[in-house]
């Protein structure tokens, strides 16, 4: 089976000048790409990293991120992906996590000075020993190993390359164990589903270290020799100037992300006829906007269902109708053993549903990072690894999802563990006690409510959250979008929050304000 490192070498040795990455700082040819890789090896191997080490990563989407990737492939040794948006209590509990020894980032990071920041963390008892410092031209410093240094270290198919983050119904990110084995099968999946070939041209706005934005613009593109477009920073309007300036012909993007490109003027100014499939998903598929998309682009929408974890139950495919492809979440796949479950794990398949979905085969992921507690409620005793969602399965065998089981807010594909944001926000003195709860949204899909009783006197503000979050390190991706501040919480038997009391509060105060 290939590895992505043994794609890039093929590419650079059949198209060497062809573009493998379009990014904010230029065309990085196959050949670059390759020799950048090998020297990020070097550079890795050289400082002493033993292989099956982990290296952190965190870097800006662009070509040096899959660079790295290929590198620390090349070297023997496993990525930590940390996502751009994370704050420092991420990055350090990742780190931790994980196991780390060295660390990979540019200088800065959300104003962060990184070398000031990793020697807070190595006096804290961090494990890393090394801290590699990328140039501002994506460089790396520091000695090269030899060649011969080198032989024998690539890391092969079935063996862990990639651990990332996600989020889970409590405490801070999971880390899920990758193999390149179950990214090449999802290939297949792709290019038969999306009718991909080494003509077209991708336009990835997913950053790199999670599992959308590694097969779309880390996998898929390197194993047909595909040019992939990626910037640093997604605004609808930079998207359609690449997409018509490039010719771009495929494009993955989470709702969110189209839908904002089609409330963008931008629309109506640029030539995007050259588009013919977007890969979306992460949330529901809203049926208006992704039916104006195609309207106004020519292009199919389509998209996988699944999770990080478990990779693809479903999917829709070219030769789907538009009923088919937006209203449902594509057909049960046939090399992967889905299955329908209740609460009490009955089995419900031969009914259709609706019950909590499991599946069993070469999509799945290893399981969880250093996690037996977390393994043992993704997977069932008998093997079946389940998503959080309640979903049906109708008579032609399509996959519709109609409901959650677990206590996730969905803001623009990324999953936001609401127990994990009322972890966060009760460290603010003012708060007693804290819930919060998923806001509709016409743009996110949706966004971060918090309810808060507080304490006598309080003039607590949403602002004086957001900076007493920001001040603890929490990444803006937990910090709450509306507050609401009530004298108690209403509480459910059992005595937990009754949270749907509170999701139709919003939506009532939602509706009132019109």
Not at 34 to 40: E, F, H, L, N, P
Not at 364 to 372: E, F, K, L, N, R
Request: proline share 5%.
């Amino acid at each position: 089976m290939t590895t992505v490192s043994q794609a890039v070498a093929v590419n650079a040795r059949d198209r060497p000048d062809g573009a493998a990455f379009i990014d904010d700082d230029g065309v990085t040819s196959w050949a670059e790409y390759d020799r950048r890789a090998t020297d990020v090896a070097a550079v890795l191997v050289a400082n002493g990293l033993e292989r099956g080490e982990r290296v952190a990563v965190l870097l800006p989407d662009g070509a040096t991120i899959h660079a790295v990737f290929v590198g620390a492939e090349r070297a023997g040794l496993v990525v930590a992906g940390i996502g751009p948006r994370a704050g420092r209590r991420e990055i350090e509990h990742l780190v931790t996590k994980t196991g780390a020894t060295a660390l990979v980032t540019p200088a800065e990071h959300r104003e962060h000075h990184m070398v000031a920041l990793v020697a807070d963390l190595q006096a804290a008892g961090l494990p890393l020993r090394r801290h590699i410092v990328l140039a501002a031209d994506g460089a790396i410093p520091g000695p090269r190993a030899d060649t011969a240094a080198l032989a024998g270290r690539a890391l092969g198919p079935d063996e862990l390359f990639l651990l990332n983050s996600t989020s889970g119904t409590t405490g801070l990110p999971k880390c899920v164990m990758h193999t390149q084995s179950r990214w090449v099968y999802f290939h297949h999946l792709a290019v038969e589903a999306g009718e991909l070939s080494s003509d077209d041209i991708f336009l990835s706005a997913i950053p790199a270290p999670f599992g959308f934005g590694i097969w779309t613009a880390h996998v898929t593109p390197a194993l047909l020799g595909a040019p992939t477009v990626v910037t640093n920073h997604f605004t609808a309007e930079h998207t359609i100037e690449l997409i018509e300036r490039e010719r771009v012909t495929v494009l993955a993007a989470v709702s969110t992300q189209f839908i904002m490109m089609l409330a963008s003027p931008a629309m109506g100014r640029h030539d995007l006829s050259s588009l013919r499939a977007m890969f979306t998903g992460g949330e529901a598929v809203p049926y208006e906007r992704a039916a104006r998309f195609e309207e106004e682009t020519g292009a199919r929408v389509l998209q996988f269902y699944g999770s990080n974890e478990t990779g693809a139950l479903s999917r829709t495919a070219m030769t789907d109708t538009r009923e088919k492809r937006l209203r449902t979440a594509g057909r049960v796949i046939s090399g992967m053993e889905v299955r329908l479950f209740d609460g009490d794990g009955n089995d419900l398949t031969a009914t259709g549903g609706p019950g909590q979905p499991g599946c069993r085969g070469p999509a799945t992921c290893i399981g969880y990072y250093d996690d037996p507690e977390a393994n043992a409620k993704l997977v069932r005793p008998d093997g079946w690894m389940l998503t959080g969602d309640i979903a049906t399965i109708d008579a032609d065998g399509y996959l519709s999802v109609i409901g959650r089981t677990s206590d996730i807010i969905i803001r623009g594909g990324k999953n936001i563990s609401a127990p994990a944001v009322e972890e966060a926000v009760l460290t603010h003195p003012d708060i007693r006690m804290a819930a919060a709860v998923a806001m509709p949204s016409e743009v996110f899909g949706e966004r971060v409510c918090l309810y808060a009783a507080v304490v006598s006197g309080s003039t607590l503000t949403l602002d004086d959250i957001c900076a007493h979050l920001d001040a603890d390190g929490i990444g803006k991706d937990m910090w709450p979008e509306r507050l609401v501040v009530v004298d108690t919480l209403p509480m459910a038997s059992g005595g937990k929050v009754a949270k749907g009391e509170l999701r139709d509060d919003i939506r009532r105060r939602l509706a009132e304000e019109g």
